[in-house]
């Protein structure tokens, strides 16, 4: 039998009593960081054998669970944190045992996507996006996909990469709210919610640590309209005579927009000399 074992995601008492049960039966626990795991099973005096399956070996790892699973073996599998299956290879090994005409079995428990979600009061169909592309062209490219979708949506990013991609959704889903959530279940969890706009321009320039979860609310409202920085600049720059920080400053107050990426309009606009 392969165990899919979810493990906490902050708070070492997160697991549940199945869970514990199953990592000490088992005859071998895959783990994606065998030093990370090692951690949660000192803590719960489990002395099962530790063997590593993660992205870089599992090619190899993964035929060799699946011979000890077809030679007898009950073999649990788990990640750093969460549920394995998303954001990490472990559904490749599920697919491997089903092919293989083996048992898979769930033994549920926390998943970062749903506690979040829980937590956000938004209603409605969800839907799961994971970890956005790390490239912006790429994210950017996803996110105005995403802005025709009329589900709620749960997304994770890293912290570093964060101010930027609350920026790009408050230019693309203005008529969603957000909840952002770092550090979830750890002693120094950390969430925001609010509309984007609002949650973006309050993090904008913050310093971030931690994973972060977002869950966007189904659209409210009017539908999301596309914000035309350069234009709204140029509209408003005629209308008032203003330039530089004062432009900036209104243009971004009048979008509701975060005043990074309208500044930086702003700069492109005034190198292209479309801009004083």
């Keep these: 039998m392969l165990y899919i074992v979810a493990t906490p995601i902050g708070n070492l008492e997160d697991i549940t009593l199945r869970a514990l049960r199953v990592l000490k039966e088992a005859d071998l626990i895959a783990a994606e960081d065998t030093r990370h795991t090692r951690k949660l099973l000192t803590h719960y005096g489990i002395k099962t054998p530790l063997i590593s399956y993660h992205a870089h070996n599992q090619k190899t790892r993964g035929p060799e669970l699946i011979r ?10 788990v990640s750093d944190a969460g549920t394995p299956g998303f954001s990490d290879p472990g559904a490749d090994l599920a697919a491997l045992a089903w092919d293989a005409g083996l048992k898979v079995e769930a033994v549920p428990g926390p998943a970062a996507g749903v506690a ?15 970890f956005l592309p790390a490239r912006e062209g790429k994210r950017r490219e996803l996110l105005g996909r995403l802005a025709k979708e009329e589900r709620a949506v749960i997304i994770y990013e890293s912290p570093r ?78 209308a008032t005579g203003l330039q530089g920080r004062q432009l900036t400053d209104l243009v971004a107050s009048e979008l509701k927009m975060p005043r990074r990426p309208v500044y930086q309009a702003y700069l492109a606009l005034k190198a292209q000399g479309r801009l004083k």
């Excluded at 000890?68 to 599998?77: K, M, T």
């Excluded at 550090?183 to 320039?205: C, D, I, M, N, Y």
């Design 68 to 77: 000890r699973l077809q030679e007898g073996q009950n073999i649990a599998l």
């Design 116 to 130: 979040a979600l829980s937590m956000s009061g938004f209603k409605g169909d969800v839907v799961f996006v994971g």
């Design 161 to 238: 990469r964060l101010p930027a991609t609350l920026e790009d959704i408050a230019a693309v889903m203005n008529n969603r709210r957000v909840l952002v959530v770092r550090e979830l279940t750890k002693k120094f969890e950390e969430a925001w919610r609010g509309p984007v706009q609002e949650v973006a321009a309050q993090l904008a320039g913050q310093e971030i640590k931690g994973e972060c979860t977002l869950v966007l609310s189904c659209p409210e409202g009017e539908p999301a309209r596309e914000v035309d920085l350069p234009g709204g600049l140029i509209a408003r720059a005629e």
